[in-house]
């Protein structure tokens, strides 16, 4: 996985200067904002429910060509994004547990983090580039930067529920995050729709497969695997700073 993100790189000077198709350069900015589901991948396990956060920052584009039918592309974003995970904390009977004094309480665990999240995507797309309807795929790597966390709970250290819990996992719930730097890989594919003279509205669905940990990783470590796993609902709005005069273009 770290090789492939490793192509992704160096596969963006080649697309900037690889001009074999219809020339084209198109600038956009815009924003954008939508809802995150994510979790973290834990070794040894911790069960877990997806935790939901928000997401919104700025998007730049710039289109460089169209290669046969393939609009090409390249796409950066700065994000705030909330993430994090939510534990599952059941029996073994696969119940929720409660305090015996507070039996309309389940016990409850999750932590949200903040980052500065940085994507940076290679895209083609395919159909209307200045009215109409495109579908799209974009692929590339994804950096982000530690803010802050805040955990939400109901649990009282030393305080045993009403029956032991089915995951005896739990050291996670008393650390903070070491690793400030998170990188991965991002995916994901929508639809574009085109206006002359008012801009692009985009709608798109991604995943992000975190390579890096949250938490360290060594032998003396108490996790092997602390990376996230994050779905993204996203939309977008971009108006254009620089357009191509072709009156060809469509």
């Keep these: 996985m770290k090789q492939f993100l490793l192509y992704i790189f160096l596969l963006f000077p080649l697309a900037v200067s690889?001009?074999?198709?219809?020339?084209?350069?198109?600038?956009?900015?815009?924003?954008?904002?939508?809802?995150?589901?994510?979790?973290?991948?834990?070794?040894?396990?911790?069960?877990?429910?997806?935790?939901?956060?928000?997401?919104?920052?700025?998007?730049?584009?710039?289109?460089?060509?169209?290669y046969f039918k393939s609009i090409c592309a390249i796409v950066a974003e700065v994000?705030?994004?909330?993430?994090?995970?939510?534990?599952?904390?059941?029996?073994?009977?696969?119940?929720?547990?409660?305090?015996?004094?507070?039996?309309?309480?389940?016990?409850?665990?999750?932590?949200?983090?903040?980052?500065?999240?940085?994507?940076?995507?290679?895209?083609?797309?395919?159909?209307?580039?200045?009215?109409?309807?495109?579908?799209?795929?974009?692929?590339?790597?994804?950096?982000?930067?530690?803010?802050?966390?805040?955990?939400?709970?109901?649990?009282?250290?030393g305080y045993a529920p009403t029956e032991p819990r089915s995951s005896n996992i739990v050291a996670q719930e008393t650390m903070p995050v070491e690793k400030k730097f998170d990188y991965g890989i991002v995916g994901g594919a929508g639809i574009e729709f085109s206006m002359p003279k008012v801009g692009h509205f985009l709608l798109e669905g991604r995943y992000y497969f975190g390579l890096g940990n949250i938490y360290g990783n060594s032998k003396s470590d108490y996790f092997g695997k602390s990376n996230f796993g994050q779905i993204v609902i996203k939309a977008s709005y971009l108006f254009d700073i620089i357009k191509t005069k072709n009156d060809k273009i469509k």
């Design 18 to 66: 690889a001009q074999v198709g219809e020339y084209r350069t198109d600038f956009a900015i815009g924003v954008n904002g939508g809802y995150m589901l994510s979790n973290v991948s834990f070794t040894p396990d911790v069960p877990q429910k997806l935790l939901g956060g928000m997401t919104a920052g700025v998007t730049f584009r710039y289109t460089c060509e169209k």
């Design 79 to 157: 994000n705030f994004a909330q993430t994090g995970w939510k534990e599952k904390i059941e029996g073994f009977q696969n119940q929720p547990l409660y305090y015996a004094d507070d039996p309309d309480n389940p016990l409850h665990y999750e932590r949200k983090i903040s980052y500065i999240q940085i994507p940076v995507f290679a895209r083609l797309g395919w159909g209307r580039e200045r009215k109409g309807l495109q579908g799209f795929f974009q692929i590339g790597p994804q950096i982000g930067f530690y803010m802050s966390e805040s955990t939400s709970t109901n649990i009282v250290p």
